[in-house]
Protein backbone atom coordinates (compact mmCIF):
# COMPACT_ATOMS: atom_id res chain seq x y z
CA UNK A 1 0.00 0.00 0.00
CA UNK A 2 2.97 2.31 0.61
CA UNK A 3 3.80 2.27 -3.47
CA UNK A 4 1.25 5.00 -4.60
CA UNK A 5 2.28 8.21 -6.28
CA UNK A 6 -0.95 9.84 -4.94
CA UNK A 7 -2.99 9.34 -1.77
CA UNK A 8 -6.03 10.42 -4.08
CA UNK A 9 -6.65 10.09 -7.32
CA UNK A 10 -10.07 11.34 -8.82
CA UNK A 11 -10.89 11.26 -12.25
CA UNK A 12 -14.38 12.45 -14.48
CA UNK A 13 -16.39 12.45 -10.98
CA UNK A 14 -20.05 13.03 -11.72
CA UNK A 15 -22.66 12.85 -9.25
CA UNK A 16 -26.09 14.30 -10.27
CA UNK A 17 -28.80 15.85 -7.77
CA UNK A 18 -31.87 17.33 -8.59
CA UNK A 19 -30.68 21.09 -9.05
CA UNK A 20 -27.07 20.62 -8.26
CA UNK A 21 -24.37 18.34 -10.25
CA UNK A 22 -20.80 17.47 -9.41
CA UNK A 23 -20.05 17.79 -13.52
CA UNK A 24 -16.49 15.53 -14.47
CA UNK A 25 -14.50 16.56 -11.20
CA UNK A 26 -10.64 15.45 -12.04
CA UNK A 27 -7.73 16.11 -9.48
CA UNK A 28 -4.99 14.36 -7.91
CA UNK A 29 -3.77 14.51 -3.88
CA UNK A 30 0.27 13.93 -4.15
CA UNK A 31 0.87 11.49 -1.38
CA UNK A 32 3.23 13.59 1.54
CA UNK A 33 1.07 16.80 0.94
CA UNK A 34 -1.40 18.96 2.49
CA UNK A 35 -4.44 19.90 -0.17
CA UNK A 36 -6.49 22.82 0.19
CA UNK A 37 -10.05 21.96 -1.44
CA UNK A 38 -11.73 25.15 -1.88
CA UNK A 39 -15.21 26.39 -3.11
CA UNK A 40 -17.82 28.60 -1.77
CA UNK A 41 -20.93 27.04 0.05
CA UNK A 42 -22.89 24.68 -1.90
CA UNK A 43 -19.79 24.32 -4.64
CA UNK A 44 -19.83 20.39 -4.07
CA UNK A 45 -16.63 20.10 -1.81
CA UNK A 46 -18.97 18.00 0.73
CA UNK A 47 -20.11 15.94 -2.59
CA UNK A 48 -16.85 14.96 -3.86
CA UNK A 49 -15.52 14.04 0.00
CA UNK A 50 -18.44 11.81 0.21
CA UNK A 51 -18.18 10.22 -2.82
CA UNK A 52 -13.71 9.99 -1.54
CA UNK A 53 -14.90 7.75 1.22
CA UNK A 54 -17.77 5.81 -0.75
CA UNK A 55 -20.69 7.43 1.78
CA UNK A 56 -22.25 7.86 -1.29
CA UNK A 57 -22.13 6.30 -4.91
CA UNK A 58 -20.91 8.86 -8.19
CA UNK A 59 -22.74 8.38 -11.40
CA UNK A 60 -19.64 7.48 -13.58
CA UNK A 61 -15.93 8.42 -12.73
CA UNK A 62 -13.30 6.94 -10.88
CA UNK A 63 -11.29 7.43 -7.17
CA UNK A 64 -8.57 5.98 -6.11
CA UNK A 65 -6.97 6.22 -2.70
CA UNK A 66 -3.10 4.98 -2.02
CA UNK A 67 -3.70 3.48 -5.42
CA UNK A 68 -6.58 1.17 -4.62
CA UNK A 69 -10.19 1.64 -6.14
CA UNK A 70 -12.19 3.24 -3.16
CA UNK A 71 -15.34 0.93 -3.43
CA UNK A 72 -13.45 -2.56 -4.15
CA UNK A 73 -10.63 -2.24 -1.73
CA UNK A 74 -13.14 0.53 1.26
CA UNK A 75 -12.65 -1.62 4.48
CA UNK A 76 -8.84 -1.72 3.80
CA UNK A 77 -8.62 1.98 3.14
CA UNK A 78 -10.56 3.15 5.27
CA UNK A 79 -8.59 1.35 7.83
CA UNK A 80 -5.58 3.65 6.56
CA UNK A 81 -8.22 6.81 6.42
CA UNK A 82 -9.32 9.36 9.03
CA UNK A 83 -12.14 12.01 8.41
CA UNK A 84 -13.04 14.36 10.09
CA UNK A 85 -16.37 16.85 9.83
CA UNK A 86 -17.53 20.01 10.56
CA UNK A 87 -19.81 18.44 13.61
CA UNK A 88 -18.61 15.77 16.26
CA UNK A 89 -19.83 12.89 15.31
CA UNK A 90 -19.93 11.10 18.50
CA UNK A 91 -22.96 11.13 21.42
CA UNK A 92 -22.68 14.33 24.02
CA UNK A 93 -23.38 11.28 26.77
CA UNK A 94 -20.06 9.90 25.41
CA UNK A 95 -16.36 10.94 27.12
CA UNK A 96 -13.46 10.43 25.82
CA UNK A 97 -12.37 7.53 27.85
CA UNK A 98 -15.67 5.26 26.20
CA UNK A 99 -14.43 6.67 22.84
CA UNK A 100 -10.91 5.30 23.13
CA UNK A 101 -12.80 2.12 24.12
CA UNK A 102 -15.59 2.26 20.99
CA UNK A 103 -12.42 3.21 18.21
CA UNK A 104 -10.18 1.22 20.26
CA UNK A 105 -12.46 -1.51 18.95
CA UNK A 106 -13.02 -0.36 15.70
CA UNK A 107 -9.47 0.36 14.37
CA UNK A 108 -6.78 -2.70 13.99
CA UNK A 109 -4.04 0.10 14.43
CA UNK A 110 -5.56 1.97 17.07
CA UNK A 111 -3.52 3.40 19.65
CA UNK A 112 -4.23 4.10 23.69
CA UNK A 113 -0.95 5.71 24.19
CA UNK A 114 -1.07 8.47 21.33
CA UNK A 115 -5.10 9.47 22.07
CA UNK A 116 -3.94 10.03 25.67
CA UNK A 117 -0.93 12.08 24.57
CA UNK A 118 -3.51 13.82 22.12
CA UNK A 119 -6.26 14.61 24.67
CA UNK A 120 -3.21 15.65 27.14
CA UNK A 121 -1.97 18.11 24.63
CA UNK A 122 -5.03 19.35 23.91
CA UNK A 123 -5.73 19.53 27.52
CA UNK A 124 -9.57 17.30 26.66
CA UNK A 125 -10.49 15.84 29.84
CA UNK A 126 -11.17 12.09 29.49
CA UNK A 127 -14.15 11.79 31.68
CA UNK A 128 -16.31 14.99 30.70
CA UNK A 129 -19.11 14.29 28.07
CA UNK A 130 -18.72 15.70 24.68
CA UNK A 131 -21.95 17.79 25.30
CA UNK A 132 -20.05 19.68 28.08
CA UNK A 133 -16.87 20.49 25.39
CA UNK A 134 -16.54 23.67 23.30
CA UNK A 135 -16.94 23.60 19.22
CA UNK A 136 -12.97 24.17 20.10
CA UNK A 137 -12.87 21.30 22.22
CA UNK A 138 -15.21 19.05 19.82
CA UNK A 139 -13.07 19.95 17.30
CA UNK A 140 -9.95 18.53 18.76
CA UNK A 141 -11.04 15.96 19.72
CA UNK A 142 -11.91 15.09 16.34
CA UNK A 143 -8.89 15.44 15.26
CA UNK A 144 -7.10 13.50 18.34
CA UNK A 145 -9.49 10.32 17.39
CA UNK A 146 -8.41 10.96 13.59
CA UNK A 147 -4.52 10.69 14.35
CA UNK A 148 -5.13 7.80 16.58
CA UNK A 149 -5.15 5.11 14.54
CA UNK A 150 -2.16 5.82 11.98
CA UNK A 151 -3.98 6.91 9.52
CA UNK A 152 -2.14 7.55 6.21
CA UNK A 153 -5.01 9.92 4.64
CA UNK A 154 -6.94 12.79 6.65
CA UNK A 155 -9.67 14.28 5.32
CA UNK A 156 -11.53 17.03 6.54
CA UNK A 157 -14.74 18.66 6.05
CA UNK A 158 -14.69 22.65 7.26
CA UNK A 159 -13.03 20.83 9.73
CA UNK A 160 -11.60 24.44 11.05
CA UNK A 161 -14.82 26.49 9.96
CA UNK A 162 -16.34 27.88 13.24
CA UNK A 163 -12.74 27.83 14.86
CA UNK A 164 -11.19 30.74 16.46
CA UNK A 165 -7.33 31.63 15.21
CA UNK A 166 -5.91 30.47 18.21
CA UNK A 167 -7.77 26.90 17.92
CA UNK A 168 -7.06 26.74 14.05
CA UNK A 169 -3.49 27.56 13.96
CA UNK A 170 -2.90 25.32 16.70
CA UNK A 171 -4.46 22.70 14.90
CA UNK A 172 -2.81 23.94 11.29
CA UNK A 173 0.25 23.10 13.32
CA UNK A 174 -0.38 19.76 14.27
CA UNK A 175 -1.42 19.28 10.71
CA UNK A 176 2.06 20.05 9.74
CA UNK A 177 3.49 17.83 12.27
CA UNK A 178 1.53 14.84 11.03
CA UNK A 179 3.07 15.88 7.51
CA UNK A 180 6.42 15.06 8.90
CA UNK A 181 5.88 11.51 7.75
CA UNK A 182 6.43 11.44 4.15
CA UNK A 183 3.23 9.07 3.54
CA UNK A 184 0.71 10.92 5.28
CA UNK A 185 -1.47 13.62 3.14
CA UNK A 186 -4.03 15.09 3.72
CA UNK A 187 -7.02 16.97 1.84
CA UNK A 188 -8.54 19.99 3.96
CA UNK A 189 -12.11 21.70 2.28
CA UNK A 190 -12.69 24.86 3.26
CA UNK A 191 -13.79 27.86 2.64
CA UNK A 192 -11.12 29.79 4.85
CA UNK A 193 -8.30 30.45 2.43
CA UNK A 194 -6.12 32.22 5.07
CA UNK A 195 -5.41 28.78 6.89
CA UNK A 196 -4.22 27.19 3.41
CA UNK A 197 -2.78 29.43 2.13
CA UNK A 198 -0.66 28.49 5.28
CA UNK A 199 -0.13 25.15 4.87
CA UNK A 200 -1.61 23.66 1.85
CA UNK A 201 1.24 22.09 -0.82
CA UNK A 202 -1.70 22.11 -3.61
CA UNK A 203 -5.25 23.34 -4.27
CA UNK A 204 -8.06 22.57 -6.08
CA UNK A 205 -10.99 25.22 -6.43
CA UNK A 206 -14.28 23.78 -7.08
CA UNK A 207 -17.44 25.68 -8.24
CA UNK A 208 -20.82 24.95 -8.63
CA UNK A 209 -19.81 21.58 -9.35
CA UNK A 210 -17.27 22.42 -11.81
CA UNK A 211 -13.39 22.29 -11.06
CA UNK A 212 -12.23 25.34 -11.49
CA UNK A 213 -8.31 25.02 -10.85
CA UNK A 214 -6.09 22.84 -9.56
CA UNK A 215 -2.17 22.82 -9.20
CA UNK A 216 0.22 23.56 -6.52
CA UNK A 217 -0.46 26.21 -4.01
CA UNK A 218 2.84 28.14 -5.11
CA UNK A 219 2.25 27.59 -8.88
CA UNK A 220 -1.13 29.13 -8.42
CA UNK A 221 -0.22 32.33 -6.66
CA UNK A 222 2.88 33.04 -8.67
CA UNK A 223 0.95 32.75 -11.74
CA UNK A 224 -2.06 34.71 -11.14
CA UNK A 225 -1.94 38.25 -10.76
CA UNK A 226 -4.20 41.18 -10.54
CA UNK A 227 -4.13 43.87 -13.24
CA UNK A 228 -5.20 47.52 -12.00
CA UNK A 229 -6.61 49.50 -14.81
CA UNK A 230 -8.49 52.73 -16.00
CA UNK A 231 -12.21 51.86 -17.37
CA UNK A 232 -9.97 53.11 -20.75
CA UNK A 233 -7.43 51.07 -20.37
CA UNK A 234 -9.85 48.12 -19.40
CA UNK A 235 -11.16 48.27 -22.94
CA UNK A 236 -7.83 47.53 -24.55
CA UNK A 237 -7.71 43.97 -22.44
CA UNK A 238 -7.88 41.20 -24.52
CA UNK A 239 -10.73 39.22 -23.18
CA UNK A 240 -9.58 35.98 -23.39
CA UNK A 241 -6.14 37.31 -21.21
CA UNK A 242 -8.19 37.14 -18.10
CA UNK A 243 -10.27 35.35 -15.55
CA UNK A 244 -12.65 38.02 -14.42
CA UNK A 245 -12.85 42.14 -13.96
CA UNK A 246 -14.23 43.55 -11.15
CA UNK A 247 -15.21 46.99 -12.26
CA UNK A 248 -16.00 49.69 -9.34
CA UNK A 249 -15.61 53.35 -9.45
CA UNK A 250 -11.69 53.54 -9.15
CA UNK A 251 -11.18 51.54 -11.89
CA UNK A 252 -10.86 48.02 -13.23
CA UNK A 253 -8.85 44.78 -11.04
CA UNK A 254 -8.52 42.01 -13.86
CA UNK A 255 -7.53 38.64 -12.66
CA UNK A 256 -5.15 37.23 -14.87
CA UNK A 257 -3.81 33.34 -15.07
CA UNK A 258 -0.20 34.07 -16.50
CA UNK A 259 1.04 36.96 -14.96
CA UNK A 260 4.38 36.99 -16.40
CA UNK A 261 2.89 37.11 -20.01
CA UNK A 262 0.63 39.78 -18.93
CA UNK A 263 2.80 41.67 -17.64
CA UNK A 264 4.96 42.00 -20.70
CA UNK A 265 2.09 42.45 -22.67
CA UNK A 266 0.34 45.19 -20.91
CA UNK A 267 3.49 46.70 -19.87
CA UNK A 268 1.99 50.39 -18.70
CA UNK A 269 -0.19 48.71 -16.05
CA UNK A 270 -0.03 47.62 -12.63
CA UNK A 271 0.31 43.85 -11.93
CA UNK A 272 -0.55 43.04 -8.46
CA UNK A 273 0.37 39.90 -6.73
CA UNK A 274 -2.73 38.77 -5.37
CA UNK A 275 -4.34 35.76 -2.50
CA UNK A 276 -6.34 32.13 -2.77
CA UNK A 277 -9.14 34.38 -1.94
CA UNK A 278 -8.96 36.78 -4.61
CA UNK A 279 -8.31 34.20 -7.08
CA UNK A 280 -11.59 32.19 -5.72
CA UNK A 281 -13.70 35.32 -6.22
CA UNK A 282 -12.46 35.79 -10.23
CA UNK A 283 -12.68 32.27 -10.70
CA UNK A 284 -16.63 32.03 -9.52
CA UNK A 285 -16.92 34.91 -11.13
CA UNK A 286 -15.78 33.85 -14.49
CA UNK A 287 -18.43 33.16 -15.79
CA UNK A 288 -19.63 36.35 -16.39
CA UNK A 289 -16.43 38.06 -16.82
CA UNK A 290 -17.50 41.21 -15.88
CA UNK A 291 -18.84 42.13 -12.12
CA UNK A 292 -18.54 45.25 -10.07
CA UNK B 1 -17.22 -4.64 15.65
CA UNK B 2 -15.91 -4.85 19.15
CA UNK B 3 -16.29 -1.20 19.69
CA UNK B 4 -19.91 -0.61 17.92
CA UNK B 5 -21.25 -3.41 20.49
CA UNK B 6 -19.58 -1.40 23.58
CA UNK B 7 -21.31 1.65 22.02
CA UNK B 8 -24.73 0.38 21.50
CA UNK B 9 -24.55 -1.45 24.74
CA UNK B 10 -23.17 2.45 26.44
CA UNK B 11 -25.95 4.46 24.79
CA UNK B 12 -28.41 2.20 25.23
CA UNK B 13 -27.80 1.18 28.56
CA UNK B 14 -30.25 3.55 30.84
CA UNK B 15 -33.26 2.49 28.99
CA UNK B 16 -32.25 -1.46 29.65
CA UNK B 17 -31.29 -0.39 33.27
CA UNK B 18 -34.53 1.42 33.76
CA UNK B 19 -36.69 -1.48 32.11
CA UNK B 20 -34.96 -3.82 34.39
CA UNK B 21 -35.69 -1.78 37.58
CA UNK B 22 -39.34 -1.32 36.50
CA UNK B 23 -39.45 -5.03 35.75
CA UNK B 24 -38.24 -5.71 39.73
CA UNK B 25 -40.40 -3.21 40.82
CA UNK B 26 -43.53 -4.38 39.10
CA UNK B 27 -42.39 -8.06 40.35
CA UNK B 28 -42.02 -6.87 43.87
CA UNK B 29 -45.41 -5.23 43.64
CA UNK B 30 -47.41 -8.38 42.36
CA UNK B 31 -45.52 -10.65 44.86
CA UNK B 32 -47.10 -8.36 47.54
CA UNK B 33 -50.26 -8.74 46.01
CA UNK B 34 -50.08 -12.37 46.27
CA UNK B 35 -49.18 -12.03 49.96
CA UNK B 36 -51.53 -9.84 50.97
CA UNK B 37 -54.17 -12.18 49.07
CA UNK B 38 -52.42 -15.25 51.05
CA UNK B 39 -52.33 -14.08 54.44
CA UNK B 40 -53.12 -10.07 54.30
CA UNK B 41 -55.92 -7.90 54.30
CA UNK B 42 -56.77 -9.11 50.61
CA UNK B 43 -57.55 -12.49 51.54
CA UNK B 44 -61.23 -11.89 52.99
CA UNK B 45 -62.12 -9.65 50.56
CA UNK B 46 -61.18 -12.29 47.80
CA UNK B 47 -62.57 -14.82 48.88
CA UNK B 48 -65.67 -13.08 49.58
CA UNK B 49 -66.42 -12.81 45.90
CA UNK B 50 -64.95 -14.84 42.77
CA UNK B 51 -62.08 -15.90 44.80
CA UNK B 52 -60.72 -18.67 41.86
CA UNK B 53 -61.37 -16.86 39.25
CA UNK B 54 -60.00 -13.21 40.53
CA UNK B 55 -56.82 -15.45 41.77
CA UNK B 56 -56.57 -17.05 38.31
CA UNK B 57 -56.51 -13.75 36.86
CA UNK B 58 -53.90 -11.74 39.03
CA UNK B 59 -51.47 -14.99 38.44
CA UNK B 60 -51.47 -13.95 34.94
CA UNK B 61 -51.35 -10.59 34.99
CA UNK B 62 -48.53 -11.56 37.55
CA UNK B 63 -46.23 -13.33 34.78
CA UNK B 64 -47.48 -11.61 31.66
CA UNK B 65 -47.21 -7.84 33.05
CA UNK B 66 -43.24 -7.81 33.77
CA UNK B 67 -42.81 -10.19 31.30
CA UNK B 68 -43.86 -7.63 28.18
CA UNK B 69 -41.73 -4.80 30.30
CA UNK B 70 -38.45 -7.06 29.52
CA UNK B 71 -39.77 -7.46 26.05
CA UNK B 72 -40.10 -4.65 25.24
CA UNK B 73 -36.64 -3.48 26.61
CA UNK B 74 -35.32 -5.22 23.57
CA UNK B 75 -36.89 -3.03 21.01
CA UNK B 76 -35.99 -0.56 23.20
CA UNK B 77 -32.47 0.66 21.21
CA UNK B 78 -34.69 2.15 17.74
CA UNK B 79 -34.15 5.63 19.71
CA UNK B 80 -30.44 5.57 19.29
CA UNK B 81 -30.77 5.11 15.11
CA UNK B 82 -32.49 8.80 15.53
CA UNK B 83 -29.59 9.89 18.01
CA UNK B 84 -27.30 8.58 15.46
CA UNK B 85 -28.86 10.42 12.86
CA UNK B 86 -28.87 14.00 14.55
CA UNK B 87 -25.28 13.40 15.83
CA UNK B 88 -24.06 11.98 11.96
CA UNK B 89 -23.06 9.12 13.39
CA UNK B 90 -24.45 7.69 10.74
CA UNK B 91 -22.36 9.37 8.62
CA UNK B 92 -19.37 8.66 10.42
CA UNK B 93 -20.36 5.22 10.58
CA UNK B 94 -19.36 4.74 6.87
CA UNK B 95 -15.80 6.17 7.36
CA UNK B 96 -15.07 3.44 9.79
CA UNK B 97 -13.51 0.14 8.48
CA UNK B 98 -16.58 -2.11 9.73
CA UNK B 99 -19.06 -3.44 6.79
CA UNK B 100 -22.51 -2.32 6.99
CA UNK B 101 -23.40 -5.76 7.40
CA UNK B 102 -21.41 -5.74 10.78
CA UNK B 103 -23.10 -3.03 11.48
CA UNK B 104 -26.26 -4.35 11.04
CA UNK B 105 -25.16 -7.48 12.61
CA UNK B 106 -24.45 -5.84 15.98
CA UNK B 107 -27.92 -3.96 16.54
CA UNK B 108 -29.24 -8.21 15.91
CA UNK B 109 -26.72 -9.66 18.06
CA UNK B 110 -28.27 -6.96 20.71
CA UNK B 111 -31.48 -7.39 19.83
CA UNK B 112 -31.28 -11.37 20.35
CA UNK B 113 -29.45 -10.80 23.40
CA UNK B 114 -31.93 -8.43 25.03
CA UNK B 115 -34.72 -10.73 24.05
CA UNK B 116 -33.14 -14.01 25.69
CA UNK B 117 -32.57 -12.09 28.56
CA UNK B 118 -36.10 -11.15 28.44
CA UNK B 119 -37.26 -14.66 27.64
CA UNK B 120 -34.97 -16.59 31.00
CA UNK B 121 -36.39 -13.52 33.17
CA UNK B 122 -40.17 -14.23 32.05
CA UNK B 123 -39.39 -18.55 32.76
CA UNK B 124 -38.09 -16.99 36.39
CA UNK B 125 -40.76 -14.97 36.97
CA UNK B 126 -43.62 -17.55 35.75
CA UNK B 127 -41.35 -20.07 37.81
CA UNK B 128 -41.53 -17.20 40.87
CA UNK B 129 -45.74 -16.71 40.62
CA UNK B 130 -46.16 -20.59 40.07
CA UNK B 131 -44.63 -21.05 43.10
CA UNK B 132 -46.33 -18.54 45.28
CA UNK B 133 -50.09 -19.15 43.65
CA UNK B 134 -48.77 -23.04 44.46
CA UNK B 135 -49.89 -24.07 40.43
CA UNK B 136 -47.91 -26.29 37.88
CA UNK B 137 -46.09 -24.16 34.77
CA UNK B 138 -49.19 -23.22 32.67
CA UNK B 139 -48.92 -24.50 29.18
CA UNK B 140 -50.94 -21.66 27.55
CA UNK B 141 -48.37 -18.81 29.94
CA UNK B 142 -45.73 -20.81 28.02
CA UNK B 143 -47.49 -20.12 24.71
CA UNK B 144 -47.56 -16.23 25.24
CA UNK B 145 -43.97 -16.08 26.70
CA UNK B 146 -42.84 -17.72 24.26
CA UNK B 147 -44.93 -15.95 21.28
CA UNK B 148 -43.51 -13.01 22.60
CA UNK B 149 -39.96 -13.86 21.52
CA UNK B 150 -40.71 -13.16 17.38
CA UNK B 151 -43.08 -11.12 18.20
CA UNK B 152 -40.64 -8.51 19.40
CA UNK B 153 -37.80 -9.73 16.91
CA UNK B 154 -40.17 -8.29 14.62
CA UNK B 155 -41.34 -5.00 16.46
CA UNK B 156 -37.60 -4.27 17.20
CA UNK B 157 -36.49 -4.97 13.56
CA UNK B 158 -39.04 -3.12 12.26
CA UNK B 159 -39.32 -0.06 14.55
CA UNK B 160 -35.07 0.52 13.88
CA UNK B 161 -35.40 -0.22 10.06
CA UNK B 162 -38.41 2.50 10.14
CA UNK B 163 -36.63 4.64 11.72
CA UNK B 164 -33.82 4.78 9.24
CA UNK B 165 -36.25 4.29 6.45
CA UNK B 166 -38.10 7.70 7.83
CA UNK B 167 -35.46 9.20 9.70
CA UNK B 168 -37.35 9.65 12.31
CA UNK B 169 -38.00 7.71 15.36
CA UNK B 170 -41.53 9.05 16.13
CA UNK B 171 -42.77 8.56 12.63
CA UNK B 172 -41.54 4.98 12.76
CA UNK B 173 -43.08 4.06 15.76
CA UNK B 174 -46.34 6.02 14.89
CA UNK B 175 -46.28 3.44 11.38
CA UNK B 176 -45.71 0.74 13.92
CA UNK B 177 -48.62 1.54 16.19
CA UNK B 178 -50.88 2.50 12.83
CA UNK B 179 -49.64 -1.51 11.60
CA UNK B 180 -50.66 -2.91 15.21
CA UNK B 181 -53.76 -1.24 15.16
CA UNK B 182 -55.01 -2.34 11.34
CA UNK B 183 -54.21 -5.78 12.70
CA UNK B 184 -55.87 -6.00 15.77
CA UNK B 185 -59.20 -3.96 15.19
CA UNK B 186 -60.76 -6.48 12.77
CA UNK B 187 -59.32 -9.36 15.27
CA UNK B 188 -61.01 -7.43 18.44
CA UNK B 189 -64.33 -7.03 15.71
CA UNK B 190 -64.36 -10.71 15.33
CA UNK B 191 -64.48 -11.56 19.03
CA UNK B 192 -66.75 -9.25 19.63
CA UNK B 193 -69.21 -10.30 16.62
CA UNK B 194 -68.34 -14.51 17.70
CA UNK B 195 -69.50 -13.38 21.28
CA UNK B 196 -72.98 -12.10 20.02
CA UNK B 197 -72.18 -8.20 20.86
CA UNK B 198 -71.98 -9.93 24.57
CA UNK B 199 -68.66 -8.41 26.04
CA UNK B 200 -68.57 -11.00 29.07
CA UNK B 201 -68.69 -13.71 27.39
CA UNK B 202 -65.41 -12.77 25.03
CA UNK B 203 -63.39 -15.88 25.94
CA UNK B 204 -59.72 -15.85 24.54
CA UNK B 205 -58.94 -19.24 25.81
CA UNK B 206 -59.78 -20.70 22.97
CA UNK B 207 -57.56 -18.68 20.71
CA UNK B 208 -54.51 -18.73 23.58
CA UNK B 209 -54.75 -22.32 23.16
CA UNK B 210 -54.27 -22.40 19.41
CA UNK B 211 -51.69 -20.07 20.03
CA UNK B 212 -50.02 -22.80 22.80
CA UNK B 213 -50.26 -25.77 20.12
CA UNK B 214 -47.12 -24.07 18.07
CA UNK B 215 -44.74 -22.95 21.18
CA UNK B 216 -41.75 -25.02 20.05
CA UNK B 217 -42.06 -22.98 16.88
CA UNK B 218 -41.92 -19.84 18.43
CA UNK B 219 -38.03 -19.97 18.69
CA UNK B 220 -37.24 -20.99 15.64
CA UNK B 221 -39.76 -18.48 14.09
CA UNK B 222 -37.62 -15.60 15.88
CA UNK B 223 -34.07 -16.95 14.61
CA UNK B 224 -35.79 -16.64 11.23
CA UNK B 225 -37.07 -13.21 11.46
CA UNK B 226 -33.62 -11.85 13.50
CA UNK B 227 -31.56 -13.90 10.03
CA UNK B 228 -34.43 -11.70 7.80
CA UNK B 229 -34.05 -8.57 9.78
CA UNK B 230 -30.04 -8.84 9.20
CA UNK B 231 -30.70 -8.49 5.45
CA UNK B 232 -33.12 -5.92 6.35
CA UNK B 233 -31.07 -4.07 8.96
CA UNK B 234 -28.42 -4.22 6.21
CA UNK B 235 -30.49 -3.20 3.32
CA UNK B 236 -31.83 -0.10 5.42
CA UNK B 237 -28.44 1.27 6.68
CA UNK B 238 -26.81 0.90 3.01
CA UNK B 239 -29.33 3.02 1.82
CA UNK B 240 -26.85 5.27 1.10
CA UNK B 241 -30.01 7.33 -1.43
CA UNK B 242 -30.77 8.56 2.51
CA UNK B 243 -27.84 10.77 2.35
CA UNK B 244 -28.84 11.48 -1.42
CA UNK B 245 -31.95 12.19 -0.81
CA UNK B 246 -30.63 14.66 2.32
CA UNK B 247 -27.98 16.23 -0.33
CA UNK B 248 -30.32 16.69 -2.95
CA UNK B 249 -32.21 19.92 -0.66
CA UNK B 250 -28.85 20.58 0.91
CA UNK B 251 -26.34 20.90 -2.07
CA UNK B 252 -27.64 23.79 -4.02
CA UNK B 253 -28.12 25.97 -0.71
CA UNK B 254 -25.05 24.86 2.00
Redesign the interface.
Given at each position: MNDFENAIEISGLTKKYDGFTLNDVSFNVPKGSIMGFIGQNGAGKTTTIKAILNIIKADSGKINIFGLDNTEHEYEIKENIAAVFDELPFHDSLSAKQLEIILGGIYKSWDNAKFKEYLERFCLPEKKPFGKFSKGMKMKLQIAAALSHNAKLLIMDEATTGLDPVVRDEILHIFLEYLQDENNSILMSSHITSDLEKIADSVTFIDKGRLLLTGYKDDIIENHGVLKCSRSDYEAIDKRDFVSARISDFGVSVMVSDKKACSRKYSGLVMDNTTLDEIMVYYVNADKKEWT | ???????EL??TRKTYISALFTYLLITLLLVLINLSISFGNLKDIISAENGESTKNTLFYLSVIIPSAILYLMSAANFELVD?DMT???L??Q??????IKKCALVKILIITVSIIIAFVLSMANMALFCTLYGRSPDRILMGVLTFLMPLTALGAIALVSLTLFFRNSTAAAMAILAAVFAVAYPLMMKLIMASESDLDSISLMPYLNRLADFTCFYPIIAIVTLAIGQLVLTAALDR?DN??IK??KE????
Open positions: - | MKGLIYRYLKTKWTFYTIPVSRYREKAPTK
